[in-house]
């Protein structure tokens, strides 16, 4: 379930309200924190089960507090899909590590066959995932 959310901010206080949803409407000292609160009230203001709170996703509208908002709010749906993608290809990854070790591929070939990590790993990270692919467990 996707709300519009238009946010603006009173000193330190960030103001939500969900435009057309009577009564949909907190503040909060931190974001994360209106997003708890914007949530909430759009559970109690729609007359949602509580099970909704996690299904709920907002549409922010940032425009009223300032430009550098608007970027970071346009940034940050980008950066959750980006995590989730990541979350995706290391399970993916640890999947076919275990499948190829299965079939007696070598560390060194399953450090050339899968992808590169964006830092270097260590030895020590290198031996823990080979035994890890080898007991078919994740860590």
């Known amino acids: 379930m996707s709300y519009p959310a238009v946010v603006t901010r009173e000193g330190s206080e960030w ?7 009577p009564g949909a ?13 914007m949530r909430e009230v759009v559970v109690l ?21 300032d430009e550098t908002a608007v970027k970071a709010a346009r940034i940050a749906p980008k950066c ?5 993608l990541e979350e995706i ?13 299965s079939h007696d591929w070598s ?8 992808p590169k990590p964006d830092r270097p790993v260590t030895l020590d990270e290198m031996d823990k995932a080979i035994a890890a692919a080898a007991a078919g467990t994740d860590e």
């Open 15 to 21: 103001l939500g309200e969900v435009p057309g949803l």
């Open 25 to 37: 409407h907190t503040s909060a000292r931190t974001l994360a924190g209106l997003d708890r609160g």
């Open 45 to 65: 203001s729609a007359d949602l089960t509580d099970a909704a709170l996690s299904e709920i996703e907002f549409d922010w509208d940032f425009s009223a507090v």
């Open 80 to 84: 959750r899909d980006i995590a989730e």
């Open 89 to 101: 290809s290391a399970e993916e990854t640890a999947a076919a590590a275990r499948e190829l070790k």
């Open 107 to 114: 560390g060194r070939d399953l450090a050339g066959a899968l």
